[in-house]
C-alpha cells in the first residue's frame, strides 16, 4: 500500500470546488464522461497506428452502473488507455499544468464561472468529490499487465494499491455522500447524459434493473432483470448533414468538447469536398477563457482523421491569434499516423488551415456587417487577438483590416476604419489616432484639442496592442492613418493665420529652446492647442510615449533618452504673459514647467520631482 498526500494547490482546489459549485454540480457526470471518451480515443489511434497495440481487442465503450438501494454508489467505467501507477499518481494527485495558482486566484465563488474554470482547466475528475464521501479509481494502462487501484476521501490524502482487472481502462466508483444520492438513479442519469453527453462519439450504456411481474392471483411474482441500454447516439456530429442537427445540437456538443457551461457566441459548420475532403466544426465562446493571454494557453480545436482521434493539443492547426476557437477539424486525406512534426510541414494540413481561417474571418465578417451587437459582443472579449492578426497574417491582412474596431471621439461604442472613412469631412484623406493610456484619458488630452475645434474624428486606442498594431496599417484604402502624439500630425491642418502666429513667438521659442537645451528635441508653436499651455509629441522617427512605456516593459529603459517636442500655445494666456515678460529667472522656471506638466499629462515621468517642486513654489510666490 502507497499512500501519498495531495499536492497543495489540489487541497486548495478540492476546498473551493466542494463549497462553490454546489449549485452546479451535476458537471461532474459531464466531466467524467468527457476524460473516458479521451481516453477512448487515445487508445482507438494507437490501435491504428502503432503495432505495439493492433493485437488489443479494442472495443471502445462507457458503461454506467448504480447501486440505489443499499452502497449507493456510481461508477463510470471505459475500455480506453488506462494508467498505470506512475499516472494515477501524476493526474489525480497533482496539478501538473503551470496557471494553477493563476486559476486559484480567479475562482470568484460565481458557481457558473467557476465551473467554467474547472473544465477548462482539465480539472474535471475532482468535481466528482462535490457528490461523494470517497472515490475509487482502479485502472490497467492498455499493454500492461498489472492493474492499480487510487482511493481517496478528497481529504488531503489517496493511496494507491495493486488491483485485479480483466482488461484494459478505467473504472471510477464514487460512494455518493448524502447530497449525491439523488445520482444513483437510472432517469436522473440519463437525463445528464442526454443533455451533456449525447454527441460522444462512443457508445454510452446504462446498467440497470428492472422489475416486471408474471402471472396472476396466488401465482403472481416478480422477476428482476439486469438490462442495458445505449443513452446517447454516439455519432460524430460533425459529420452529420447540417440539415438534420438542431441549435440545441450544436450548443450542447460545445459544451461537452470546451467545458464551458455557456452556449456558444456563434459557431461556423463547413463540408468542404474535392481536392481536398474535410469537415470543420468552429465555435466561438462568449467570453474568452483564463489562459488567452498566456503562452502556454490551451489550444481549443481537436484534429481527426476519418473520425479517429489524433491530437488536441497542436497550436499550429490555426495561427495563433484565433486560439479561442473551439472545434474540430476532421480530414480525410491525412494518414493516420501523421506526426506533429510532419503535421506542421505537410501541404494538406497547411491548405486546411488557410481555408479554415479564411472560412472564420468570412463569418466574423458576416457578423459585424449583419447582426452587429452581436459582434460587438464578440469584440469586447476578442479584440485584442483579432489585433494581433494584423502584424501576424500578411495573408489576411485586408480581411483582419476591415475587422478591427476602435473606440473614437465622435460615438460612443466601437467603429470600424471604413465607417471612420464614411463619417470623414469633404476633402478628408487621413484617419487621425491617439495612442497612450485609458480612454478617458486620451478623451480629454490636450493634443485633442484642435481636432475636437475643428469637429475631426480622432480614434481612441487605448489597448497597449495598439501602438504595435496600428504600424501595420500605414493607410485605408484613400486615407492615410496620422498618429495625433507626433510632431507632424496637425501639419496639413495648419491655416496662413497659424503660420502668422508661428512668427510672432519665434523670439520665445527660441529663448525656451535655449534654456531646456538638451532635455527636449525640439521646441515649437503649437497649432493643434486652444485650451492647453502646451503639450509633448514625438519626433516622426522616435517611439511614442506609449511605445517608450511597452519598451520599458520589455526590459528595454528606453524612456532614460526620452526626448520629447515640447509645443506651447501662442494663444494661452500663459504665453503671452511670458513673451512680454524680461523676468529671466520667470522665464527659465516657467518654461521648465510648461514641459513638465505636459509630461506628466502624457504620463512621463519628470527626471527630478524636487526641482518640479521647487520651481512651483517660486512661481506661486511671485503670483502672490
Known sequence: MAKHKFQTEVNQLLHLIIHSLYSHKEIFLRELISNASDALDKLKYLTLTDENYKKIDFDPKIDVYFDSKESKTLTISDTGIGMNEKELAENLGTIAKSGTRIFLEQMT???????????????GFYSAFMVSDKIEVISK????????????????EFEIVEARKDREGTAITLFLNEEGKEFANRWKIESIIKKYSDHVPFPIFIHFEETRTEGEGDKKKEIKEQKTEQINSASAIWKRPKNELKEEDYKEFYKSISHDNDDPLHYVHTHAEGTLDYTTLFFFPKKAPFDLFRADYTPGVKLYVKRV??????????????????????????????????????????????SSVKKILGELENLKNKER????????????????????????RD???????????????????????DRSQPGQNTIYYITGGKEETLKNSPLLEMYKKKDIEVLILDDE??????????????????SVNRS??????????????????EPLIKKVKGILGDTVK??????????????????QKDPTVQMQHILKAMGQDAMENFKPILEINPEHEIVKKLKDTNDSSLIEDISFLLLEQAMLIEGVEIKSRADFVKRLNRVMNKAL
Not at 452581436?374 to 494584423?390: M, S, T
Not at 508653436?525 to 519626433?539: F, G, K, Y
Open 109 to 123: 465563488g460565481d458557481a457558473k464561472k467557476d465551473s467554467n474554470l474547472i473544465g477548462q482547466f482539465g480539472m
Open 141 to 156: 494502462k492498455a499493454g500492461e499487465d498489472k492493474a492499480y487501484k487510487w482511493t481517496s476521501d478528497g481529504k488531503g
Open 309 to 354: 482521434f489524433i491530437t488536441d493539443d497542436d497550436k499550429e492547426l490555426l495561427p495563433t491569434y484565433l486560439r479561442f476557437i473551439r472545434g474540430i477539424i476532421d480530414s480525410e486525406d491525412l494518414p493516420l499516423n501523421v506526426s506533429r512534426e510532419i503535421l506542421q510541414q505537410n501541404r494538406i494540413m497547411a491548405k486546411i488551415r488557410s
Open 373 to 396: 451587437d452581436k459582434y460587438n459582443e464578440f469584440y469586447k472579449e476578442f479584440g485584442i487577438p483579432i489585433k494581433e492578426g494584423l502584424y501576424q497574417d500578411f495573408e489576411n
Open 399 to 421: 480581411k483582419l483590416t476591415e475587422l478591427v474596431m476602435y473606440k473614437s471621439t465622435k460615438i460612443d461604442g466601437f467603429t470600424t476604419l471604413a465607417e471612420y472613412a
Open 465 to 482: 496592442i495598439d501602438e504595435i498594431v496600428i504600424s501595420s496599417i500605414p493607410r485605408y484604402k484613400d486615407h492615410e492613418l496620422k
Open 488 to 505: 507632424d500630425a496637425a501639419e496639413d491642418l495648419k491655416s496662413e493665420k497659424d503660420k502668422e502666429k508661428e512668427k510672432e513667438i
Open 522 to 539: 525640439d521646441v515649437k508653436a503649437s497649432t493643434r492647442l486652444s485650451d492647453s499651455p502646451s503639450c509633448i509629441v514625438a519626433d
